[in-house]
T-cell receptor, first 115, second 113 residues
């Protein structure tokens, strides 16, 4: 149980285009999903907290107009990187809480490369 | 803001050896979690700790929630090659910003067969 999937697993896009990443909880309903960013050999950095049916809460320093988050249902949250630039290249990981806020279950991540 | 210090940063050990890593915090946490991340994958939850002093095992893994609530350790006994990966501690303080998880910088474990 508590499986989280992400799609796509990797994506290459050109600078200036937008990319959408999906995060799904496959066997449970997640009222809260989180989006993280991870640079090579670094820890996870929380970008935003997404609650179903309401606006996402962004961490300080994260541009909400650049990283659009939509949590349309209890099993799906999407992150759209708008007007992507090479510095947005990173590993994006989502997580969802299951059976309470204490434990987060992570998706496999999406490798974004902006050329 | 809150910070987690995780050590060591990396370890190179022989198969069969025991491993110990720890995290310390500048403030009190209510929850400690330990995750393992393989290259190109998302972190996988290993152990969750909810009470000060709690000692929890998961197979060859044992983790403890420090009495002061400012630290936690993870032990791996009789390491095997598949233990290779990066181990992250994470803590939550409900008094902090929205009670979100704060992650340590990770301990990279390498195991020689």
């Amino acid at each position: 149980g508590a499986v989280v999937s992400q799609h796509p697993s990797w994506v290459i896009c050109k600078s200036g285009t937008s990319v959408k990443i999906e995060c799904r909880s496959l066997d449970f309903q997640a009222t809260t999903m989180f989006w993280y960013r991870q640079f090579p050999k670094q820890s996870l950095m929380l970008m935003a907290t997404s609650n179903e049916g309401s606006k996402a809460t962004y961490e300080q320093g994260v541009e909400k107009d650049k990283f659009l988050i939509n949590h349309a249902s209890l099993t799906l949250s999407t992150l759209t990187v708008t007007s992507a630039h090479p510095e947005d290249s990173s590993f994006y990981i989502c997580s969802a809480t299951h059976l309470g806020p204490e434990e987060q279950y992570f998706g496999p991540g999406t490798r974004l490369t902006v050329t | 803001g809150q910070q987690l210090n995780q050590s060591p940063q990396s370890m190179f050990i022989q198969e069969g050896e025991d491993v110990s890593m720890n995290c310390t915090s500048s403030s009190i946490f209510n929850t400690w979690l330990w995750y393992k991340q393989d290259p190109g994958e998302g972190p996988v939850l290993l152990i969750a700790l909810y009470k000060a002093g709690e000692l929890t095992s998961n197979g060859r893994l044992t983790a403890q929630f420090g009495i002061t609530r400012k630290d936690s350790f993870l032990n791996i006994s009789a390491s095997i090659p598949s233990d290779v990966g990066i181990y992250f501690c994470a803590g939550r303080n409900y008094g902090g910003s929205q009670g979100n998880l704060i992650f340590g910088k990770g301990t990279k474990l390498s195991v020689k067969p």
